[in-house]
């Protein structure tokens, strides 16, 4: 089992639509049954209020015909770190927050989404910018270069 946790800051825009996106590519390729894919928050506000995923990010999966699942928000905990395989931020702000929680990396399992792209980057939060189009862009882009990294790197069983 290959167990994915998604990290943004509030867990209602970016985090959610990466484990939506990504849970979905698994789904096509029948590969469910391999992964565990969850998502949290460096910030535990959200899930305080019990806020489901950001009308932003719904709207924006609605119109790219991405098959939608709720999520409701939730702060990352110390014990995610033995837990997930792969912890994924979306920006290195993230990454600091994470260790501030979870300790120092010292089995080297948070990387940002776009890391495993041809061109490592942040992935701007669209609670500020305001552009979900450009976050699912970039999301996808991230996605789908993990899951190559995982087919290419033979941790999946083949069909
Ligand atoms: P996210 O965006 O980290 O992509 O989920 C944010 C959502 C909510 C807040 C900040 C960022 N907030 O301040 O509530």
């Not at 395989?85 to 990454?95: L, R």
């Not at 609670?127 to 970039?138: H, I, L, M, P």
Request: aromatic share 12%; charged share 30%.
């Amino acid at each position: 089992m290959i167990k994915v946790l998604f990290v943004c800051l509030g867990n209602i825009c970016r985090s959610p639509m990466a484990q939506i996106i990504f849970q979905n590519m698994v789904n096509e390729d029948g590969l469910e049954n391999q992964f565990e894919i969850d998502s949290a928050g460096t910030e535990g506000y959200n899930e305080l209020y019990h806020a489901g995923v950001h009308s932003g990010t719904k709207e924006i999966l609605k119109r790219k015909n991405i098959p939608f699942f709720e999520h409701y928000s939730r702060k990352i905990r110390k014990n995610d770190y033995d837990y997930y395989d792969y912890i994924i931020a979306m920006d290195m702000e993230n990454i600091n927050d994470i260790e501030n929680i979870t300790g120092i990396d010292k089995d080297n399992k948070i990387k940002r989404l776009l890391d495993y792209t041809n061109n490592p980057r942040n992935i701007k939060d669209p609670w500020y910018t305001g552009n979900f189009e450009e976050t699912y862009e970039d999301v996808t882009e991230g996605c789908r270069a993990f899951f190559k990294y995982l087919l290419l790197n033979n941790k999946l069983e083949q069909l």
